[in-house]
């Protein structure tokens, strides 16, 4: 389906909703085409073809608000779906709060063109796919050595329309293509153990994308790095969070950010705007403009016109993510209701300058397990990695944790590396954080 | 069930509705159906699709010489009904429906998939999977005879029967005995889901199997407030329950559950860092098992041999008191499945068998890898993915031993009361699950609560190190329970007595 399309269903579905007694509506609907090659044992593993539709409406009816989602876009049975959705949404409770924005907030959007589609999309052939996950599977067993057990290699690839209209005025349409290419490798080890390790990249456009080779190799060092991996003593370190692996103690302190849980006093971040929540090296910003940008965009979930935020500042919680609705229920500005790319922008020193400088310390290559509470800030861990002495790595760890909570963490983050990682909406560098009690014997 | 024709069952259905007594949330007009037994035939009926259609289907995915073939079928309703700040006000409901068609040649697998339940875009789906293939000759495709449906969740009443209206007065009730229960309670959010699942499988070798699998859950989240601090915990029932499975008796027990475990939690302690004896209560901290060994004993993971059980079947890995069970049987239970993603009907499958690993969990290309029947693992989320070895609800039996030995038995340790998320490295065989709920063990008995805390273990050793198991078996009662594997989630349960591992390493703060 073209966006033209998609926009008509949207606007038909418009129609229907407030055909069927709903004051206000939104829609969106997007469509996406994706396939996926894998290999191993250099033969097709898996091959995967497919293309989807999904309509989602948001339906405002009497004060009251439900929101549903359909694959099934026979217009008879959506007949059926969006008049049934508008009956039951009349019996639920009364909501003030919940309406669609205020559409000032819609001005200013400029339909930049942020690299999110790659025209060649279409001449990325079937060939082409199985040509690059061959070569990424080659460079893997390659570079893996006499202990290989196993080796696949997959490719990913996608192109995607969707569009969002609502009732009081609001419209947009996005275009977007993915890649990705993942290569992963499982080696003999001491005993039973079998360590896997794997590389992926995923970029908007081809060219972007690393070579097949880069991906292959970087499977296979990263997985040769977990041989005789120990479990040492428990003891108070400096850890070097790897780039690839920052987003995810990230996410334990954005979740808090919410308006959802600033409302339901699930955070840990609650009365904290204006305070000082890390070190002065923290520092944080959503920036929806970034070109080719995972998570870039021009308008959000609300339609409110995207803007580049800054969160943190030298340590300092300058903002949340504030939605239209619980913009209304804190009686708060709206700022945007979820992150689009964010940025910890990068130091000047590469991790092996950094290692030689603390000495001795670990260098954290993987999670396991873990979680984190966004009412305390309490979280904990399992990891993996390396530790160093003397700024060189020495003896491969694992089933070690770490437990902390975001407050005290972030204030001992005492520098960020200069490798920011591009193939993800969180554009982290590699962190150093001190004084961390890293779990083992 | 009582035979009724289409048109007797829709004109039942417009008078119900003109009544205002059903209002399913979103389904279709005719999803108000008089009995709750498996009704076979559905997709027949409202969408068309004929033994002969399928047939067409299969030999277009077998058109290049795959060796088996399968199409299957989905059409799922899911509704939640969410309550913040005291008001049922919001309301969230999906529909998805598709098909999928497998190509199997070997070990590879082609897969294609469509939204549109169209004769021709079911053969363009087929002819994606069918490139997985590169000859000509296509496998004849036979008549299909019916699976048997092992009935494991019948229900009183369909879930898509019950109006709005009843469910709204279920989620005020477990908000008010929340607030009712402390003082302390500052916000509750709480919601009601319901979901039903029905598929069709049928496979180029004439197998054809239906099935209906409701889901349903009641759940209620709950912040506390004491002196500036906040602690927040949660608590949930479920499975695959009808309406009616949720008494006043339910409701009180979810609020006292949510509401005292947060509160307990204003006297949380930090557990030390390091290696620890930990002991298991019962229920839910079967996700331990879960981890430790379910992934591992996939059989996915096995014939690759990249599992750290590849070479142990037949061999010792626990003492003999130890068995764990992978079952898909069980009445009522989230992880219950009649027939799994495959149309291979739900069973009982030993992993360990007093101490000796006895067999992996399989899917159909796994089976025939090893020369075995399946057994019933063949799982998938959804119509988009094709189905690969998962866990149903996995369990460890009953042992010999009374709560409190096994207690005394640990000395200074701590007790893991409730998990909230594990993961395994299946190749290392490491393992990790989060504690959210538990207490420090001192000189043989429970002493202050602990929170938020990672354990790690390695599985072959922590089955080794299970020094005893009381005989206290529970199944888990939640209904929120799902498991991640390949980008995919599926529903499963949880079960375990209390046992003691002789140690993990826990994550604590203090070393």
């Keep these: ?441 | 069930m009582r035979q009724i024709t289409r048109r007797r069952f829709l004109e039942a259905t417009a008078k119900a509705a003109a009544a205002g007594l059903a209002a399913p949330v979103l389904a279709h007009g005719w999803s108000v159906l008089p009995s709750a037994a498996v009704e076979a035939g559905y997709f027949e009926r409202e969408f068309g699709i004929s033994d002969a259609l399928c047939r067409k289907i299969l030999g277009e995915a077998l058109s290049r010489g795959g060796d088996f073939a399968d199409v299957f079928f989905e059409h799922t309703v899911s509704n939640w009904i969410v309550l913040e700040d005291g008001k049922v006000n919001r309301a969230v409901s999906d529909i998805a429906l598709g098909a999928g068609i497998r190509t199997v040649k070997g070990d590879q697998v082609g897969y294609g998939f469509t939204q549109e339940l169209t004769e021709s875009a079911m053969i363009t789906a087929a002819g994606t999977a069918a490139t997985i293939a590169s000859g000509t000759a296509g496998k004849a495709v036979a008549r299909s005879i019916a699976v048997k449906n092992l009935d494991s969740y019948p229900l009183e009443k369909r879930l898509s029967s019950v109006p709005l209206e009843s469910k709204l007065p279920l989620v005020l009730d477990v908000n008010e005995k929340c607030f009712d229960r402390s003082p302390l309670v500052v916000k509750v959010t709480a919601q009601f889901h319901d979901q039903e699942r029905r598929i069709l499988v049928v496979s180029s070798d004439g197998r054809r199997a239906e099935d209906l699998q409701p889901r349903s859950y009641l759940a209620a989240f709950v912040v506390a407030e004491k002196n500036g601090r906040r602690e927040q915990f949660y608590a949930n029932l479920g499975g695959r329950r009808g309406f009616d499975f949720y008494t006043s008796a339910d409701v009180e027990e979810i609020a006292r559950k949510a509401v005292d475990d947060a509160v307990i939690l204003f006297d949380a302690v930090q557990p030390p860092a390091g290696e620890i004896p930990v002991v298991l209560g019962p229920g839910v901290t079967g996700v331990l098992l879960h981890e430790a060994i379910g992934h591992g004993m996939e059989a996915d993971f096995n014939r690759k041999n990249v599992s750290t059980y590849a070479t142990m079947i037949g061999k010792k890995v626990a003492e003999p008191f130890v068995t764990i069970v992978d079952d898909g049987t069980l009445p009522h239970m989230l992880g219950s499945i009649n027939i799994d993603d495959e149309g291979i009907p739900g069973q009982r499958t030993v992993l360990v068998e007093n101490g000796i690993l006895r067999s992996y969990m399989h899917d159909r290309i796994s089976a025939r890898h090893y020369g075995l029947e399946p057994t019933g693992n063949g799982r998938r989320q959804s119509y988009q993915h094709y189905p690969v070895p998962r866990m149903r609800n996995t369990y460890m039996e009953a042992g010999p031993a009374g709560v409190e030995d096994v207690i005394r038995r640990a000395g200074n340790g701590i007790y893991v009361q409730d998990v909230s998320n594990g993961e395994v490295h299946i190749g290392e065989g490491d393992f990790a699950f989060y504690v959210s709920q538990g207490r420090m063990i001192e000189n043989g008995k429970l002493g202050a609560p602990i929170k938020d805390v990672n354990i790690m273990g390695n599985g072959p050793r922590m089955l080794r190190n299970i020094i005893l198991v009381g005989n206290d078996f529970e199944m888990s009662r939640g209904g929120m329970g799902a498991c991640g594997k390949s980008g995919q989630a599926v529903p499963c349960g949880f079960g375990q007595p209390t046992c003691l591992v002789k140690s993990l390493t826990v994550g604590g703060v203090k070393s």
Excluded: C
Aim: avoid cysteine.
């Design chain 1, 1 to 441: 389906m073209m966006s033209n399309e998609l926009m008509d269903l949207a606007a038909w579905t418009i129609k229907e909703a407030r055909g069927a007694g709903a004051d206000q509506a939104r829609v969106r609907i997007s469509s996406n085409r994706a396939v996926e090659v894998g290999y191993r044992e250099r033969k097709p593993e898996t091959i995967k073809e497919a293309s989807t539709r999904n309509l989602g409406v948001e339906i405002f009816a009497g004060g009251r608000y439900s929101s549903q989602t359909t694959s099934d876009l026979r217009r008879n049975a959506m007949r059926a779906f969006i008049a049934n959705a508008v009956a039951s949404t009349k019996l639920l409770a009364e909501d003030p709060f919940r309406t669609l924005p205020d559409a000032k907030f819609y001005e200013g959007r400029e339909d930049r063109d942020l690299g999110l589609f790659d025209p060649g999309h279409g001449a990325f052939r079937p060939e082409d796919r199985h040509a690059l996950v061959k070569a990424a599977e080659a460079a893997a067993l390659a570079e893996g050595g006499k202990d290989v057990i196993s080796v696949s290699a997959q490719s990913r690839d996608s192109a995607a329309e969707s569009v969002m209209i609502s009732s009081n005025g609001f419209q947009g349409a996005r275009k977007s293509t993915s890649y990705s290419l993942m290569a992963s490798m499982t080696l003999q080890d001491a005993g039973d153990r079998r360590p896997n390790g794997w590389a992926y990249a995923v970029t908007a456009d081809r060219k972007s994308l690393p070579s097949p080779k880069t991906i292959g190799r970087e499977a296979a060092k990263n997985t040769r790095l977990l041989l005789g991996a120990k479990k040492l003593k428990t003891e108070t370190l400096p850890v070097i969070i790897v780039n690839r692996m920052a987003g995810w103690m990230l996410n334990g302190f954005l979740q808090p950010l919410y308006g959802r849980n600033i409302d339901q006093k699930q955070s840990f971040l609650l009365d904290k705007l204006g305070k000082t929540v890390g070190s002065r090296h923290f520092t944080l910003i959503d920036d929806p403009f970034i070109q080719g940008g995972l998570g870039s965009r021009t308008f959000d979930g609300d339609g409110l016109t995207a803007k580049k935020m800054v969160l943190v500042e030298n340590g300092v919680l300058r903002n949340y993510y504030i939605d239209w609705y619980y913009s209304r229920k804190l009686g708060w500005e709206p700022t945007t209701g979820s992150p689009s790319n964010l940025i910890i922008p990068p130091g000047s020193r590469s991790v092996s300058d950094i290692m030689k400088d603390l000495g001795r310390g670990i260098l954290l290559t993987g999670f396991i397990g873990g979680n984190s509470n966004p009412t305390t800030g309490d979280t904990s861990i399992g990891i993996s990695g390396r530790l160093f002495e003397d700024g060189v790595p020495v003896q491969s760890v694992a089933e070690m944790n770490i437990a902390d909570n975001h407050l005290k963490f972030w204030e001992r983050l005492i520098e960020v590396a200069d490798d920011p990682w591009i193939y993800s909406s969180m554009r982290m560098p590699s962190l150093v954080v001190d004084k961390v009690v890293v779990a083992g014997v």
